[in-house]
């Protein structure tokens, strides 16, 4: 199975308002990251938090991360129709090498 | 910038058939990497090399094989394609010292008839 999991794994808002997407993962990690994937397009990283790091932000983008609950979240806020993509959270686990583990993603749409 | 480029965005391919994907990246990463991604099960790791000439297996390598003969290069090759293999797959590169974030081509989507 997948070591990351989002959560939902679809999302509709509307423009203005402000998305969350949560990841959760099973194993010790090194750090967690996050990407955009537009419609059909490869992914392009966001940001990364590593495992000593409980919250960081970047332009509007926030991301949380609790180890003791395995999990990390997400958080667009004022959304734009431009931020309409699939979102992925992909793991380092401290056991995997060079390796990311990526979850599902979500899937926002942000309605003008 | 990095720039990881793929050579096709789009291919159609009949059963049995040889393919070849080949992807460039033009910032002397030592880690390149095959992903296919698939509705529902997310993004699954092919095989990634470390350095020229150097392999490994991912989660799914049965029925592929990859060829890195120069650094900036990394090719993934379908011996004989078969439809299962219909799908999106991406290539990416990293640095080796950092092993973090990695930066993806625009993807190839391949059809087998």
């Known amino acids: 199975s997948q070591q990351g999991e989002e959560d939902p794994q679809a999302l509709s808002i509307q423009e203005g308002e402000n998305a969350t997407m949560n990841c959760s993962y099973k194993?010790?990690?090194?750090?967690l990251q996050w990407y955009r994937q537009n419609s059909g397009r490869g992914l392009v990283h966001l940001i990364l938090?590593?495992?000593?790091?409980r919250e960081k932000h970047s332009g509007r983008l926030r991301v949380t991360l609790d180890t003791s609950k395995k999990s990390s979240s997400l958080l667009i806020t004022a959304s734009r129709a431009a931020d309409t993509a699939s979102y992925f959270c992909?793991?380092?686990?401290?056991?995997?090498?060079?390796?990311?583990?990526f979850g599902g993603g979500t899937r926002l749409m942000v309605k003008p | 910038d990095v720039k990881v480029t793929q050579s096709s965005r789009y291919l159609v391919k009949r059963t049995g058939e040889k393919v070849f994907l080949e992807c460039v990246q033009d910032?002397?990463?030592?880690?390149m990497f095959w992903y296919r991604q698939d509705p529902g099960l997310g993004l699954r790791l092919i095989y990634f090399?470390?350095?020229?000439?150097?392999?490994e297996k991912g989660d799914i390598p049965e029925g592929y094989s990859v060829s890195r003969e120069k650094k900036e290069r990394f090719s993934l090759i379908l011996e004989s394609a078969s439809t299962n293999q219909t799908s999106m797959y991406l290539c990416?590169?990293?640095?080796?010292?950092?092993?973090?974030?990695?930066?993806f081509g625009p993807g190839t989507r391949l059809l087998v008839l």
């Open positions: 992909a793991t380092d686990p401290t056991n995997a090498g060079n390796m990311l583990t």
């Open positions: 090399s470390y350095d020229v000439k150097m392999k």
């Open positions: 194993t010790s990690i090194n750090n």
């Open positions: 990416a590169s990293s640095w080796w010292d950092t092993q973090e974030t990695q930066y």
């Open positions: 938090i590593r495992s000593n790091e």
């Open positions: 910032m002397d990463h030592e880690n």
